[in-house]
């Protein structure tokens, strides 16, 4: 029944997803993070450019950004990321990179609104012992605000797993051109279908379940 | 809320905020002079590359207007067709009953985890297989289908957290005074929840147009995005402008769209008629991932109001 799977590297194409999902993700966090710093920060000019950067690029779809970073970045103004003559290589990195842009938005908007869960006596306490602005950031708002933005940030987790399928219009050999593939060669619709389909699940669901238990368990209890 | 993290600032704060400023002005303008050279070296900074959009209406007509129309019906066709079966999906999901919620809630949950380009190649495959639609409407189909299989049951889960973000006094009062169970969701809970949760339902509409470019990229669907890519082969290779231009109107188009959404909460928020249950622009972005932790709607109806 599963002989149309033969000659097609399955495991494969979702493992390229996995890759771009871990990296994107890693590269997120700490822009998203670096990003929410500057939107609560006290110079006016890194606020300018954390709520401007965060506007332009949520409301820019990720399709855009990831064929730009193909056709503009790399074909018209050279940009290889390091990736030597290696189209696969340079693509895939492109697609981390615009993933990364597009992601981190979300990730700054999800750190901001945790930072706003914490209670406004916390800040001020942590200021009338003296503390300067990084101190309280680091020291007493960031570790509270990480803990009640688990469940947001899975959240954008697994809609940057799902995102990932948009590298697939710059040629990433990942799930979604696989089963492109595969559906333009065999005959099996529905159960090719069905076998991306499951792997997304798969791939997401047990992300949400964990990360939404572990978000429960430090949730810092007010 | 940005003050509250630091104090005002005396004379070394503002001696050590002016030199941030100094040293970031400085990086940005770094990027931004690293990224002009490299435009200007490829010359794609040449008025050749850009009057076409400045004089003359040809860009225009033939190719950005054509595209965006497309791209406004596939949005509108999707949002058209998944409100009712959000609706639907949503309420069954609140069922009393078991073998409707049952099926309804992993049919919903299991939309929700599949990304939407997965959807759409499906759709294209299928229409292309089983049905003697015409291969120029196929990319249309195919798009509204994937946006519509997705933001039905994300529009599920929003009509089901506006369901439940009314107070429960509501539902009461209601069979209180003799409703039937339909009657106490069509006269009383419904009407209140879809004042609730309009500002959810316009920022969806940003996650809409913005998914409609997938069928641009992937499914030959002739939207906006795909006329930035016509133009660059015809006016030759003057991608930077292309996308430059396309990607302005799709911020402007979804930054209304967003700005609408929370002006609309803000105004809820303050009116005194409902009953105080708002699903506001920050719920839209958790529930387009996926569910995690507990049910929504029990912070729903809280006041924690997003400042923007």
């Known amino acids: ?222 | 809320m940005s003050s509250v993290l630091y104090d005002a600032q005396g004379p070394r704060a503002k001696r050590r905020n002016v030199l941030f400023t100094v040293l970031f002005a400085i990086v940005l303008a770094a990027v931004l002079w690293w990224v002009y050279q490299n435009l200007d070296e490829k010359g794609q900074l040449a008025w050749d590359k850009w009057k076409m959009f400045f004089t003359g209406t040809e860009a225009w007509t033939t190719y950005i207007l054509p595209g965006l129309k497309n791209t406004v019906i596939a949005a509108a066709l999707a949002m058209v067709i998944a409100l009712p079966l959000g609706a639907v999906l949503g309420i069954a999901r609140l069922s009393d009953h078991a073998w409707v919620r049952g099926p309804v809630t992993v049919v919903v949950e299991f939309f929700r985890a599949i990304p939407v380009l997965i959807l759409m190649i499906f759709a294209v495959a299928l229409y292309s297989k089983y049905t003697d639609i015409n291969s120029d409407d196929r990319p249309l189909y195919a798009v509204v289908t994937g946006l519509v299989l997705y933001n039905a049951s994300v529009l599920a889960e929003i009509v089901r957290a506006g369901i439940l973000s009314l107070p429960k006094g509501q539902t009461e009062a209601a069979q209180a005074i003799g409703l039937r169970k339909t009657q106490t969701m069509t006269s009383v809970l419904l009407p209140q929840a879809v004042t609730a949760m309009l500002p959810a339902i316009v920022s969806q509409l940003v996650v809409i147009v913005k998914d409609t470019a997938l069928g641009g990229a992937v499914l030959t669907f002739p939207d906006l995005l795909s006329s930035a890519n016509t133009m660059s082969s015809y006016y030759g290779a003057n991608t930077i402008a292309s996308f430059t231009v396309v990607a302005v109107i799709y911020i402007v188009i979804n930054f209304s769209l967003t700005s609408f959404a929370s002006w609309l909460e803000r105004r809820m928020r303050r009116s005194k008629r409902s009953t105080g249950a708002v699903l506001g622009v920050d719920k839209v972005a958790d529930l387009n991932a996926a569910e995690v932790g507990d049910s929504f709607g029990a912070e729903a109806g809280g006041g924690r109001t997003s400042d923007s």
């Not at chain 1, 030597?84 to 697609?95: E, P, S, T």
């Not at chain 1, 990084?134 to 940030?153: H, K």
């Open chain 1, 1 to 222: 029944m599963f002989d149309f799977l033969e000659g097609y590297d399955l495991l494969g194409a979702f493992w390229v997803t996995v890759k771009l999902t871990l990296l994107s993700a890693v590269g997120s966090l700490i822009w998203g993070t670096v990003l929410a710093a500057m939107r609560v920060g006290p110079v006016p000019l890194m606020r300018g450019f954390g709520t401007a950067y965060v506007n332009i690029v949520r409301n820019i779809p990720l399709t855009v950004i990831i064929l730009f970073a193909s056709l503009g970045l790399n074909q018209t103004l050279n940009v290889t990321l390091g990736g030597g003559d290696d189209f696969d290589v340079i693509n895939f990195r492109l697609a981390v990179l615009g993933l990364i842009v597009y992601t981190s938005a979300f990730v700054c908007e999800a750190i901001r609104s945790g930072i706003n869960t914490v209670p406004v006596g916390q800040a001020e306490a942590a200021r009338a012992i003296g503390l300067n602005f990084f101190q309280v950031l680091r020291l007493v708002v960031l570790p509270q605000a990480f803990r009640s933005v688990i469940g947001p940030l899975a959240n954008v987790l697994i809609a940057l797993t799902k995102n990932t399928t948009v590298a697939a219009a710059i040629g990433v050999a990942e799930a979604a051109t696989l089963m492109k593939e595969m559906i333009e060669n065999e005959a099996q619709l529905i159960l090719i279908s069905a076998v991306f389909a499951f792997g997304f699940v798969v791939l997401t669901l047990p992300v949400g379940l964990v990360l939404g238990w572990v978000s429960k368990k430090v949730a810092v209890k007010r």
